[in-house]
């Protein structure tokens, strides 16, 4: 059993930055690409970013690229997600994502272990 757990969601002005952290349990996710995605009402869960096992190499959708950066501590067990420049419609909840493999992929069914979910709502 492998857990995820995120922390670090909250409400924010439009322009400003939140730090999403993911602590997980369980099972070394050290040989494991990581992700976070993303789920606004009545929308589908989409891709945010990923990084590879060893955290050599980085994904970002194009919403957020130059303005989310995703890292990851393996030593910690843990990953995180450094919003800047936020925007409304970055608004949702953010999930952690464990892979079944190494390589950082944009692809929903790729990940297999899935944390609760964190709400980020950017708003003035």
């Known amino acids: 059993q492998v857990q995820a757990v995120e922390s670090g969601g909250g409400l924010v002005q439009p322009g400003g930055s939140l730090r999403l952290s993911c602590a997980t349990s369980?099972?070394?996710?050290?040989?494991?690409?990581m992700a976070w995605f993303r789920q606004a009402p009545a929308k589908e869960r989409e891709f945010v970013a990923a990084?590879?096992?060893?955290?050599?190499?980085?994904l970002y959708a194009d919403s957020v690229e130059d303005r989310f950066i995703i890292s990851r501590d393996n030593a910690k067990n843990t990953i995180w997600l450094q919003m800047n420049s936020l925007k409304p419609e970055d608004t949702g909840v953010y999930y952690c994502?464990?892979?079944?493999?190494?390589?950082?992929?944009?692809?929903?069914?790729?990940?297999?272990?899935w944390g609760q979910g964190t709400q980020v709502t950017v708003s003035s």
């Open positions: 994502a464990a892979a079944r493999y190494g390589r950082q992929v944009d692809v929903k069914s790729e990940y297999n272990y």
């Open positions: 369980g099972r070394t996710l050290s040989d494991a690409a």
């Open positions: 990084i590879r096992w060893n955290g050599g190499r980085t």
